[in-house]
């Protein structure tokens, strides 16, 4: 199984990622920005607090992002250029 094994903000509400296979890319955030618990990451001191966790990104007050969305959304980026 894929897992992320780093990850860093990188402005705009990006954060760049590290997969187990080897793959790195960015991944945009701010598409959620709006929604439920994810508002509090409009923070940008919060929004950097980001951390891995069981294989994919999450925040102090468990937001968070498993490797398979990480993983879909890009591959769905790379289909559509």
Avoid: C
């Amino acid at each position: 199984m894929v897992n992320v094994i780093s990850a860093e903000p990188f402005g705009d509400y990006r954060l760049r990622i590290q997969l187990s296979d080897g793959r790195k890319g960015l991944f945009d955030v701010s598409p959620y920005l709006d929604k439920g618990i994810f508002h509090e990451l409009r923070e940008p001191n919060y929004f950097r607090r980001v951390t891995v966790a069981f294989g994919g990104v999450a925040w102090p007050h468990e937001q968070d992002f498993s490797v398979s969305v990480l993983y879909v959304i890009r591959q769905d980026k790379r289909r559509r250029k």
